[in-house]
């Protein structure tokens, strides 16, 4: 069997406010990010499936003789969904020779591949390709970036199974999946998140899936489709973190401390609906200065609950005193322990203002942007719309 090409993308995300919290059944606000991450399957005939992942410097290739050895009697006998085969999952950290519980970054990525991969397609007959993916993301700095890989490999390989068909045709440069297709990505990406992280919540395959603006609640999604235009400074400190590790570690923390933790969950939650409110309240009156004063104190609470919860660093508390000397407020975002944080531009913050702040978080050894939120969520492309720079990768593979 030879399957078809596919070229898909899907974006990061950043969360305004909830992380940590909706693990435990609490309110996330989270958005879309302008940057993306790009797959490129290809059939091939060489009996092999390859994957090769040039951000993480990993380039392995398998023998289907080999993988077929792996298919658990249960494979395709379960819904997607539903908690990870065991079984599939022993075979697989054993045939990659991971046997403690720690999963370094190559091999849970070549895992939650191999695993999709063989769930997909075990019960019928593994078919060879060569899967290519490439980020615009930083990996592992909290902008959903295992969200992004988890997306596009549910993406790529639900179509070249065809359990679901390409939206993309002749004429068009890039389609997006119907609603129901959707639901079934994002869960395929979910069981990826499960094996990267752990314990997901799910928030943040849901934006890699939808894109824009969502309200996620205890695995309910809802689109915002009226929010404001919120300018947003992106900072990665660069300081290495593992979200599984940080995930675990909340956990502990409110296992030991449950009458501590629970209020700052419960505050989370409400910042997330206070939030909310404020946003919807700024589309349908003049936006005012008080406006923003509010979402500036909720970043400011919620950045203090979060060095509660034990996920804070020292670079995040440098970037908040660096930006709160321009009178700019700043927070974590994703897991928090090093990684990415948010900064909110006020609509009359001056480019100079903004340019001085980028210059100092990069004297502190930061990179540091302006972004755009909003970006459309997976995509399939025609391979020719892709930008030539993202093309050029993949196409070396
Ligand atoms: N471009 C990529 N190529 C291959 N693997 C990737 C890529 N991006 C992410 N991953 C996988 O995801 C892991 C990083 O996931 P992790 O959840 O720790 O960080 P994140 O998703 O960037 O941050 P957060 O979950 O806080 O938003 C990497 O170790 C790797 O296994
Ligand atoms: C830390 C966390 O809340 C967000 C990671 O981007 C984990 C999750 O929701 O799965
Ligand atoms: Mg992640």
Redo the contacts with the bound molecule.
């Keep these: 069997m030879t399957v078809k090409d596919v070229f898909v993308s899907a974006p990061?995300?950043a969360?305004l406010h909830g992380?940590h919290a909706v693990v435990h059944g609490k309110v996330a606000l989270a958005v879309s990010l302008n940057l993306r991450?790009y797959l490129r399957l290809k059939g091939t005939t060489t009996g092999n499936v390859c994957i090769n992942?040039?951000?993480?410097d990993?380039f392995l290739c398998y023998d289907l003789s080999e993988l077929k050895q792996l298919i658990p009697a249960s494979c395709g006998k379960r819904e997607e969904g539903k908690p990870l085969d065991a079984e599939l999952m022993r075979r697989l950290r054993e045939f990659i020779g991971v046997t403690n519980g720690n999963?370094?970054?190559?091999?849970?990525?070549?895992l939650?591949f191999l695993y999709i991969y063989i769930s997909l397609f075990g019960s019928s007959e593994l078919p060879s390709l060569t899967v290519s993916?490439?980020?615009e993301?930083?990996?592992?700095?909290?902008?959903?970036?295992?969200?992004?890989?988890?997306v596009c490999l549910a993406s790529a390989l639900l179509c070249a199974s065809g359990a679901i068909p390409a939206p993309l045709k002749e004429s068009d440069q890039s389609a997006r999946w119907c609603q129901e297709d959707l639901e079934q990505i994002n869960s395929w990406a979910f069981q990826g998140?499960m094996i990267?992280?752990g314990n997901?919540s799910g928030v943040?395959n849901a934006v890699g899936t939808w894109g824009g603006m969502l309200r996620f609640l205890a695995g309910k999604i809802i689109p915002l489709s009226r929010v404001p235009l919120l300018r947003i400074l992106l900072t990665n400190t660069k300081v290495p973190?593992?979200?599984?590790?940080?995930v675990a570690g909340v956990k502990d923390k409110i296992n030991k401390f449950p009458s501590i933790m629970t209020p700052v969950l419960d505050s989370v939650d409400a910042i997330s609906c206070t939030c909310e409110k404020v946003l919807s309240e700024m589309t349908c009156e003049p936006i005012t200065g008080e406006h923003y004063n509010i979402l500036e104190e909720l970043i400011d609470i919620n950045q203090h609950h979060l060095n509660v919860m034990g996920v804070g660093h020292p670079s995040l508390d440098t970037l908040c005193q660096v930006t709160l000397t321009k009178g700019l407020h700043s927070k974590l975002?994703?897991?928090?322990g090093g990684?990415?944080g948010i900064t909110l531009l006020r609509p009359e913050t001056d480019s100079s203002v903004v340019q001085t702040t980028v210059q100092d978080l990069k004297d502190c050894g930061f990179d540091c942007w302006e972004t755009s939120i909003g970006g459309p969520g997976v995509q399939q492309h025609s391979p020719l719309s892709v930008k030539e720079e993202v093309r050029e990768i993949l196409n070396r593979y």
Aim: hydrophobic content about 30%.
């Design positions: 990061g995300k969360i992380e991450t992942l040039p951000n993480i990993t999963l370094d970054t190559c091999n849970m990525a070549t939650s993916v490439w980020s993301l930083p990996t592992g700095a909290g902008l959903g970036s295992s969200a992004a890989y988890s998140e990267i992280h997901p943040d973190r593992s979200t599984k590790v940080l975002t994703g897991a928090g990684g990415c």
